[in-house]
């Protein structure tokens, strides 16, 4: 089958085959066992890890880097510019040698989702994430009451050894008794 293939692709001195992958993709030769992103003149090899996810993973890229623009059109165009101008510059070689990564980081994101789709249903994950984005909350505003009520004690405080210094008790009084609301409020909140 490869044998067909390449005499198909082959037409006098140079060949399809060297004109896509070595001329206009820039693909080089595999040296030792890196098989990614490079060409070996096996041809379902070359084909498979040196174009077909190469330029799928590229699409997605290309696809996702596109989106928010707002215009369908727009989009579509800047993705097909950037797509010649990783082709034209020689980027090629560059991101398929990344298909690997790309692919390994896919494949455990991808196993994780299906893991906590077994351990947590779907359904119940939308739950969870509002129950723990609510705790979070709830314990961030405990903590900026928390610092309210130590300024306001502080603050308290001063104006307590303030007013002791003046000889004011009514404002001692005053201040007092705020002081020891303030403080039961914070031990209330520390439990």
């Not at 066992?33 to 084909?47: A, L, R, V």
């Not at 989009?75 to 560059?94: C, K």
Request: net charge positive.
């Amino acid at each position: 089958m490869s044998l067909i293939l390449s005499q198909m692709l082959s037409f006098g001195d140079s060949s399809l085959y060297d004109t896509i992958f070595k001329t206009i993709l820039q693909l080089p030769e595999c040296v030792g066992d890196s098989t990614w992103g490079c060409i070996n003149g096996y041809m379902p090899h070359d084909f498979i890890y040196a174009l077909f996810i190469p330029h799928i993973v590229l699409l997605i890229f290309l696809f996702i880097a596109t989106k928010g623009i707002g215009h369908r059109g727009l989009e579509s165009l800047l993705g097909i510019g950037v797509y010649i101008f990783i082709i034209y510059s020689g980027w090629y070689a560059f991101f398929a040698n990344l298909t690997i990564l790309w692919m390994v980081v896919s494949l455990f994101i991808a196993s994780f989702y299906f893991f906590w789709g077994r351990i947590v249903h779907p359904t119940r994950s939308r739950e969870l994430f509002k129950l723990g984005f609510d705790s979070a909350k709830k314990s961030k505003e405990k903590r900026k009451r928390e610092d309210a009520l130590r300024r306001d004690i502080s603050y308290l405080r001063s104006q307590l050894e303030e007013a002791r210094r003046r000889g004011r008790t009514e404002e001692i009084k005053n201040i007092s008794t705020q002081l020891t609301k303030r403080e039961l409020e914070l031990r209330e909140l520390q439990r």
